[in-house]
């Protein structure tokens, strides 16, 4: 752990008062705990020797500096010196827990500023910390002091349950566990979903990176690439940036590449997500990347949420999760909706579907709608039985605020457990 002497004892306290198991209630689940004999069939080591003091002092010195961008910076260098010297151990820890004290967060939670070079800069200490421990190998997961410390009737922060689900299986997904996993992918199919995020600052305001948030094979298992970085004009163009062919196979043959280099040989089939369609040369960068290193089949999908079309009934519940229609050559699927197992909807608003548009390749439509359903049960930084989008596209935003954090001439670590 690293955190204040207060928030250090806050957050083992409150670990340890969730390992036997935590109730749930009428709305929230139980936690079944974190035992040898219960829950997850694993338990935490606690060690004290495994502790890095953020002291009085040094929080003071950084209370006391004046410029907030170096009152930022001092408190990002504080806490990655002590996940420095835990890392270095003989015997490292397999996660650090992050037990953030408040006045630490009070102080420097984000930050505005004008640099010389990149114009004015927003940061935000979480993104800023992921990017910058990755350097040390060690996933991390944060724990506030404020949800260690809430009363059992605090309304703002969630159901104690709920966070010990959504905290536990974090760090056992962290230290190399597995929580669940999906039983009917397609054996040898390389998932892989894009997005785009903007560098630091506002003086490059035309540049765009692309990034591969997320490139799964059948097993779960992610990786994280960052792609080559290129001008999109908004006003000549739209909102929306688009590869050109060149940038698209050199972004798909990073992926196929690390794929190989992971499962000792090139998948079978390779399935492309994005939230907006593909453009022409994009397919064409894409399907010479594909057809160069001698994959077979491809599936191209353009995958956004939509508002604009629901279904409604009327019963008391919204539409089955999973229904499907079509409209001519546009297809609606809910990834939300009532639940059968759980005989209700666990949520407070009108579902709305995502839109799947645009599919291009081998795959029977019906195919590539069930792997998409598949894919949203894979968030392991959560306890949510679903989620609404893909894994592929859902933590598009949060990769890109943390690759934008990395320097352009430091690699980024591919593996997944270290943005989340």
Not at 92 to 107: G, H
Not at 146 to 170: L, M, Q, Y
Not at 233 to 254: I, R, T, V
Not at 335 to 357: D, E, I, M
Request: overall charge neutral; aromatic content about 10%; hydrophobic content about 35%.
């Amino acid at each position: 752990m690293v955190g204040s002497g207060k928030s250090i004892e806050s957050a083992r306290k409150w670990v340890s008062s969730c390992l036997d198991g935590v109730e749930g209630d009428a709305e929230h689940l139980r936690f079944p705990g974190f035992t040898d004999e219960l829950g997850f069939y694993s338990k935490p080591n606690l060690d004290g020797g495994w502790t890095e003091v953020l002291t009085q002092q040094e929080l003071d010195e950084i209370k006391k500096t004046k410029v907030h961008s170096e009152k930022f910076r001092l408190a990002l260098d504080t806490v990655c010196e002590k996940v420095r010297i835990l890392s270095r151990k003989d015997h490292a820890p397999d996660v650090i827990l992050l037990a953030l004290p408040d006045e630490l967060l009070s102080q420097c939670q984000v930050t505005d500023y004008v640099d010389p070079q990149l114009g004015t800069v927003h940061r935000d200490l979480r993104r800023a910390l992921k990017a910058e421990l990755m350097r040390f190998q060690k996933p991390t997961q944060i724990l506030l002091q404020r949800t260690s410390e809430a009363s059992p009737t605090s309304r703002s922060v969630d159901h104690k349950s709920v966070c010990a689900w959504n905290i536990f299986t974090g760090m056992y997904f962290k230290a190399g566990g597995v929580p669940w996993a999906p039983v009917s992918l397609k054996p040898g199919t390389c998932y892989v979903g894009i997005s785009f995020y903007r560098p630091l600052g506002t003086a490059k305001a035309s540049s765009v990176r692309a990034s591969v948030a997320q490139a799964f094979d059948e097993h779960g298992e992610g990786l994280i690439l960052r792609g080559p970085e290129f001008q999109w004009d908004e006003n000549e163009f739209g909102k929306s940036p688009h590869l050109s062919a060149a940038h698209a196979e050199q972004l798909l043959a990073g992926v196929l590449e690390q794929y190989r280099s992971t499962q000792g040989q090139m998948p079978s089939r390779v399935v492309v997500h994005k939230s907006s369609r593909f453009w022409p040369e994009e397919r064409q960068g894409l399907q010479q990347a594909i057809s160069s290193r001698g994959v077979p089949k491809y599936d191209f999908v353009a995958v956004n949420s939509t508002s604009e079309l629901r279904l409604i009934r009327a019963g008391q519940y919204p539409v089955l999760r999973g229904t499907h229609f079509a409209l001519n050559d546009i297809h609606f699927l809910y990834t939300t909706g009532f639940l059968t197992a759980q005989n209700g909807y666990p949520a407070g608003h009108v579902p709305s579907p995502l839109q799947v548009a645009d599919h291009i390749g081998d795959s029977p439509i019906s195919d590539v709608l069930k792997e998409i359903l598949i894919l949203t049960r894979m968030n392991w930084n959560s306890s949510n039985p679903f989620i609404s989008t893909p894994i592929t596209l859902r933590f598009s935003d949060l990769v890109g605020d943390i690759l934008r954090e990395i320097p352009t001439d430091r690699e980024p670590l591919p593996q997944f457990k270290f943005y989340v």
